[in-house]
């Protein structure tokens, strides 16, 4: 489950939730209530931007844009996993149920047969009683026969079993991962943000920093790239952020040109030293049109602050490294961010 909120926060989240919910367009159900939980919670800030565009102005969402919100920011699972991995599970219980029926009818028929058998001993005549105990041996071998098949069905179930559970871990994996570079997508990085913000380092001067890069003139080299090369100038670049990273970091790609590097304890000098390696990099890179170059923002965790707030002002502080020329690392503190 992904709440650990307590009865009185989420009845809070709720009074907060509905009357927003109420002037959409689609229905109040489940999938509604969990987009506008986690809006309203401020625990998905990909979610709560994206939201905040479309109801820009007065305007409200439909039933499909609602739904698309919730698959993108929310569901764990694609539809079509989903689906295969119910039918796989479907399929195996259903094989294990007629395996225990299929067991069960054996240890009647036997209990039965034995019975037979010992009415049989019984009135048995003398010299009739090795015919009878012959049968015996047969039907005992007969269930061993069938308790021989039963337990090679139940090591085939367990097999599956283990094979649709790493299904399972895979396809949750891959439904964090950028499917172009394999990097962390936004509900991945959000999931990590979420787990960064409850360790005893968050806030502290050892506590996280968070990176936001994005391509300068993006949109122009989308316009004369050819789709090929612009992939593979992603996949360049997403190799740049994975040469600068710790193995306990989080890079991500949360957008086409935009890329964060998640740091759960480190320093903010060594934060910017890491953006400024970063940048260097990517400015040796050599597009079709000339070389490319990254602007870049940088800011700290602050004592008890919200990760909406946090990415936030990552992102003010990339928004002034483009506005000051781009191609630069700009850094915001909390308490430059307070004292403007």
Aim: glycine share 8%.
């Amino acid at each position: 489950m992904r709440y650990e909120d307590s009865i009185a926060q989420s009845a809070q989240t709720l009074r907060m939730a509905l009357p927003l919910m109420s002037r959409q367009r689609a229905a109040l159900h489940p999938v509604s209530y969990a987009v506008w939980y986690e809006h309203v919670s401020g625990r998905n800030g990909a979610l709560s931007r994206e939201l905040n565009a479309l109801t820009r102005d007065g305007q409200s969402i439909d039933e499909a844009q609602t739904w698309s919100l919730y698959q993108r920011h929310i569901a764990e699972l694609d539809e079509d996993s989903a689906s295969r991995l119910e039918q796989g599970f479907k399929d195996l219980l259903q094989g294990m149920a007629q395996s225990a029926e299929q067991a069960g009818l054996r240890t009647q028929a036997y209990g039965r047969a034995l019975q037979d058998w010992q009415e049989a001993l019984r009135r048995a005549a003398p010299g009739q009683h090795m015919h009878v105990l012959a049968e015996v041996m047969q039907g005992t071998s007969g269930m061993h026969t069938a308790m021989d098949a039963l337990a090679a069905r139940l090591a085939s179930t367990q097999e599956e079993i283990e094979r649709l559970h790493r299904e399972v871990q895979r396809a949750r994996s891959e439904a964090l991962l950028d499917t172009l570079t394999g990097l962390s997508n936004r509900r991945g990085f959000e999931q990590a943000l979420q787990r960064c913000l409850g360790s005893p380092d968050a806030g502290t001067p050892v506590g996280p920093c968070l990176i936001l890069g994005d391509i300068d003139e993006f949109q122009r080299l989308r316009q004369q790239l050819a789709a090929p090369a612009l992939d593979e100038l992603l996949l360049q670049l997403a190799g740049i952020l994975r040469g600068v990273t710790q193995a306990h970091h989080v890079a991500a790609r949360l957008g086409d040109d935009e890329f964060a590097l998640l740091m759960p304890s480190a320093g903010l000098h060594e934060a910017v030293a890491v953006a400024e390696q970063f940048r260097q990099r990517v400015n040796h890179l050599q597009s079709a049109n000339g070389r490319v170059s990254l602007s870049v923002g940088l800011t700290q965790l602050g004592r008890d602050e919200s990760a909406a707030a946090f990415v936030t002002r990552a992102d003010q502080a990339l928004k002034l490294s483009r506005a000051q020329g781009r191609n630069r690392v700009t850094v915001v503190t909390r308490e430059d961010a307070l004292a403007a």
